[in-house]
C-alpha cells in the first residue's frame, strides 16, 4: 500500500481536529460567559455566608444547565421554517470561509445524514444488526443502499467464489459521535439482520452509548 503525501495526512487530521476544537472553544467559552454573567449570584451567596468552593460548585452547575436550555431552545426554534432560514444563512457564511468552509460543508453533511430523520433524501434507510468487529459481537448499523456498486460486488463475489452472493452497504457509526466518524461496509445480505429501532432511536441509542433507553423519548 503506497504511502500517502504528507499533505493529505496533514489535511486529513485538520479535518478531524477542526470541528472538534471548534465545538470545544464554542462550548467553554458559552461556559465562561455564562459564569460570568452569573457572577452576582456569587456575590449574593456570599453574603448569606456559602463557601467559595460551594459558590464555584453552584455557578459551575447553573452554567451547564442554562448552556442545556439554551441548545434545546435552538433545537426547537431550528425545527421550525424561520429557523431553518436562519441556519441556511449561516451555513451560506460560513461555507464560503476559505479552508474552514469545506470543512464545515462536509461536517453538517455527515450530520444532517444522520441526524435529520424527516429529510427524505438524505436519511439512513434501515438500522440493522450486523456481526462486528468480532464473532458473536454485534453493532447498530445503517442501511445506505441495497446493493455496493457493480465493482464492488464483482470484486467481492471473485473472492469470496460466490457467483451469486448478494451483498448490502451500511455505515457502522462510532460512539458517542456518529457525525464523526465510523466504517462505510459491504457486508453479505443474509450476515445483515433486522432490528425493531427506526433511525431516529438508533441515533440517540449511539449518542447517549446505549445508556438512554431508545424506546423512552429524550
Given at each position: ?78 425545527r421550525r421554517q424561520i429557523g431553518r432560514r436562519i441556519v441556511d444563512r449561516v451555513d451560506d457564511f460560513l461555507v464560503r470561509i476559505p479552508g474552514l468552509g469545506s ?11 444522520v441526524l435529520d430523520p424527516e429529510d427524505d433524501g438524505a436519511q439512513f434507510r434501515e438500522v440493522k444488526l450486523v456481526e462486528f468487529p468480532g464473532q458473536d459481537t ?81
Amino acid at each position: 500500500m503506497p504511502r500517502e503525501p504528507l499533505r493529505t495526512r496533514f489535511f486529513a487530521g485538520v479535518a478531524v481536529l477542526v470541528p472538534l476544537a471548534v465545538s470545544a472553544w464554542v462550548l467553554l467559552a458559552l461556559v465562561r460567559f455564562l459564569g460570568s454573567t452569573l457572577a452576582p449570584v456569587g456575590t449574593a451567596l456570599r453574603g448569606y455566608g456559602f463557601e467559595s468552593d460551594v459558590i464555584v460548585v453552584v455557578l459551575q452547575a447553573a452554567s451547564l444547565g442554562i448552556l442545556v436550555v439554551l441548545i434545546l431552545a435552538i433545537g426547537t426554534i431550528t425545527r421550525r421554517q424561520i429557523g431553518r432560514r436562519i441556519v441556511d444563512r449561516v451555513d451560506d457564511f460560513l461555507v464560503r470561509i476559505p479552508g474552514l468552509g469545506s470543512v464545515y460543508q462536509t461536517a453538517r453533511r455527515m450530520s444532517d445524514l444522520v441526524l435529520d430523520p424527516e429529510d427524505d433524501g438524505a436519511q439512513f434507510r434501515e438500522v440493522k444488526l450486523v456481526e462486528f468487529p468480532g464473532q458473536d459481537t454485534y453493532t447498530l448499523g445503517f442501511l445506505t443502499s441495497e446493493s455496493p456498486p457493480d465493482g464492488v460486488v464483482s470484486s467481492a463475489r471473485a473472492i469470496t467464489g460466490d457467483p451469486d452472493a448478494a451483498y448490502r452497504t451500511l455505515f457502522l457509526p462510532m460512539a458517542p459521535n456518529p457525525v464523526m466518524g465510523g466504517h462505510l461496509t459491504h457486508v453479505p445480505a443474509e450476515q445483515v439482520h433486522d432490528v425493531d429501532l427506526d433511525v431516529e432511536e438508533a441515533v440517540q441509542y449511539i449518542l447517549t452509548t446505549g445508556i438512554v433507553d431508545s424506546s423512552a423519548d429524550l
